[in-house]
């Protein structure tokens, strides 16, 4: 399936190929609620990173998130490239060298028409912030950390590849 994706002030577009298109893995973790903003949360699909086209690209600019070790205090720097929009600094997709091959948009910076998934996967709630509710629906699954399930298995085990 063909995605199409802008920021918020149209400066930046892009597009790029995804056989799982469908947004279901809703992400808590400190970095996305941050950076995304959306309800505490981020929704992030998968693309295929060869087939990405960008107009704009001298608007984009990109941020690698740092944890500070609450023990030894050691700050290490995350290799996901997370890629912003400079004028209105909408999230657009990240990307981590580690998979060259894929590319996670999110979700709410798509503007092509996405399918509705048949269940959620909420994932890292152990860094859910206390204030966000977790609007399960039946079926779905919840996980303290990352599920075993990736993107792809999830698409594959529901028949959803496009």
């Keep these: 399936m063909k995605l199409e994706g802008s920021c918020h002030c149209q400066s930046v577009r892009f597009s790029l190929r995804s056989a799982h298109p469908y947004p279901y893995n809703i992400c808590y973790c400190s970095i996305c609620r941050k950076t995304a903003g959306s309800g505490g949360y981020a929704i992030n699909l998968s693309g295929n990173a060869g087939s990405l086209?960008?107009?704009?690209?001298?608007?984009l600019s990109v941020y690698q998130a740092r944890r500070t070790d609450s023990e030894s205090q050691v700050v290490t720097e995350s290799p996901s490239r997370r890629s912003f929009c400079k004028i209105c600094g909408s999230h657009l997709w990240a990307w981590d060298p580690r998979w060259p091959e894929l590319l996670h948009p999110h979700a709410g910076a798509i503007d092509t028409s996405l399918p509705e998934p048949p269940e959620h996967t909420h994932l890292m709630l152990a860094s859910k912030a206390a204030w966000v509710p977790v609007a399960k629906s039946e079926g779905d699954q919840c996980f303290d950390h990352y599920p075993a399930e990736s993107i792809e298995m999830?698409?594959?085990?529901l028949g959803l590849e496009r």
């Design 53 to 59: 086209k960008i107009e704009g690209e001298q608007y």
């Design 154 to 157: 999830w698409h594959k085990r």
